[in-house]
């Protein structure tokens, strides 16, 4: 089974800008969709964005304008680019296929604070 690494999260004021990535062990082309996932605390985990193999995306109303999701299929890795970030974007964020097997990574935690 695949399985996936997050990395760049990290605290940004209101308003700001960061991108997170998500490298995986093995081939992701197999995969036909590719999701972020995100978790606040007290809170179920929700997708807040996907990807097809062929760019396709879709993304949560809470993001939507805000977040890109992107994929190298070459490299394995899955981005989302965040822009305008707000407090409520505080979360711990996953990547997984869509729908999601059962391993999942650490993630990443983003702060959004000021």
């Known amino acids: 089974q695949v399985q996936f690494v997050e990395s760049g999260g990290g605290l940004v004021q209101p308003g700001g800008s960061l991108s997170i990535s998500c490298a995986a062990s093995g081939s992701i082309f197999r995969i036909f969709v590719m999701g972020w996932y995100r978790q606040a605390p007290g809170k179920q985990r929700d997708l807040v964005a996907r990807?097809?193999?062929?760019?396709?995306?879709n993304y949560a109303d809470s993001v939507k304008g805000r977040f890109t999701i992107s994929r190298d299929n070459a490299k394995n890795t899955v981005y989302l680019q965040m822009n305008n970030l707000k407090p409520e974007d505080t979360a711990v964020y996953y990547c997984?296929?869509?729908?999601?097997?059962?391993?999942w990574g650490q993630g990443t935690q983003v702060t959004v604070s000021s």
């Open positions: 990807i097809t193999r062929g760019g396709i995306t």
């Open positions: 997984n296929a869509v729908p999601s097997g059962t391993s």
